[in-house]
């Protein structure tokens, strides 16, 4: 009994720590490419920082299969000054590594 507990419990921590975090309301301020580089940069009015990443930029890189989707919904959230919740996954490099967005009234 003791041993599936563990189990159970090392299970439990092992998904929490792979959590995905997301960021409070924001208006985007920019949306931009990389020199060279084909990701995608987001700026927030906010500047709101989470998942412990040292830059207040959100990254989407461009082998996510949503690209497309979250830069349309951020195009219009930044024209029509909407709040957006992104999902943050992790950082990559010292940007938040961003995998999907929520445009709200």
């Known amino acids: 009994m003791k041993k599936i507990i563990f189990v159970f419990l090392l299970s439990f921590v092992a998904q ?4 995905d975090t997301s960021t409070p309301l924001i208006t985007i301020k920019a949306i931009g490419t990389g020199w060279g ?3 995608l940069f987001i700026e927030s009015n906010e ?3 989470v998942e412990d990443c ?3 930029r ?3 890189s461009s082998t996510n299969p949503m690209f497309n989707h979250i830069l349309s919904i951020a195009l219009s959230a930044y ?4 709040k ?3 999902r943050v996954k992790g950082c990559d490099g010292t940007d938040m ?5 929520k445009i709200t009234d």
């Open 84 to 86: 957006v919740t992104l």
């Open 97 to 101: 590594n961003a995998v999907a967005i």
């Open 37 to 39: 580089s084909s990701d």
């Open 47 to 49: 500047n709101v920082i």
């Open 16 to 19: 929490a720590s792979l959590a």
């Open 79 to 82: 024209h029509t000054k909407s």
């Open 54 to 56: 040292s830059n207040v």
């Open 58 to 60: 959100l990254k989407v």
